[in-house]
């Protein structure tokens, strides 16, 4: 091996946790902790003890959220891919529109569009480090996209478009917990727990409107609507399982647990959405100047207004080899902030969700600027 790839990044300019992924995400050593002492794990999910622990999962994140008084907080057994297969069933009555600009988003129009009970999903596209919503149309009854796309690390606004009688759904598994947001502008504003709510995988959760509730209603009751619904991707059997503060079947317990005490965390120590959404644009922020002032690095997201606060997407000069310096991060306890898989970019992707310290960000860029000054023979 060269000197490059066997050196050594000086100690006291690492992060203290070299943990910058983007999903599963940075864990809190405190929440571990407490884990570790819990009671529930091996116990079962119908008594009270865990169903408790379901309900108080529920009502702080409807307080954190500043949930409609006529919304439900509603869970169940997957993620957000779930959801996906779930919403195709359960939401979509005819047809969807999806804005489609990375990844995921573009994941949840494969469902609608290969469902034989749905009519073709219409799609508005974005380039890659762009965002859109999708175009209106007469002849859609559910609007699709991404809140943030882990992909490439653009967002979208959280507005509502169409008429009454046209679900939003909204995407949230990467930002949640992030960022405040205006719940009333969606139908299903929806998350799987391993990104900024700093749990594990194994369940998804969605607050959802009563028309969202309604709909999901008709479309598992009429057996003319020509499809069949398993049990598993049956919304109005989630919502039903939920108001009684359970899932269809057994949940990832330790996920709950580390659900509960992140959100504990967030609401008590950060004090609330506004406080987590300063401490990760700190992050965020830091890493988007540091790109402007290098000659070798540039924001993907053009656009400052579309750039994610958790999601930060770095383009590299070719003369820096993206192999050999996440190999080198990794070696000294960096780890996980390689560019997605299908982007093709010399990239960087870097998580700085609410579990990450901006202080261990300020060390990473330090540390990059290390190993790039011995990579450009500086």
Known sequence: MSDIENLKIPSDILPRDGRFGNGPTLIRQSQLDALAHSKLMGTSHRQAPVKDLVKDCQQRLAALFGMPTDYEVVLGNGGATTFW????????????????????????????????FLEDSRLTKAEMGDSTLPELSDDVDVYAWPHQETSTGAIAPVTRIGTPDQLVLVDATSIAGSVPVDLSQTDAYYFSLQKALGSDGGLWFAFLSPRAIARAEKLSSQPSSGRWIPSILNLTTAVNNSRKNQTLNTPAIATLELLHSQLVWIEEELGGLAGAEKRVRESSDAIHAW??????????????????????????????????????????????????????????RIGTFPSTDPADTKALLASLD?????????
């Open 291 to 348: 790109a402007y002032s290098r000659d070798f690095a540039s924001s993907f997201v053009t656009n400052p207004e579309k750039r994610s606060p958790v999601v930060s997407t770095i383009d590299l000069a070719d003369t820096i080899d993206v192999a050999i310096l996440l190999q080198v991060l990794r070696q000294n306890g960096i780890v996980d902030i390689n560019p997605y898989r299908s982007l093709g970019r010399n990239q960087l």
């Open 85 to 116: 297969a779930l919403a195709t069933c359960s939401l979509v009555e005819r047809r969807a529109a999806h804005g489609v600009f990375g990844e995921f988003g573009n994941k949840f129009a494969q469902e609608t569009q290969g469902a034989p």
């Open 370 to 378: 290390y190993v790039a000054e011995r990579l450009l023979g500086k």
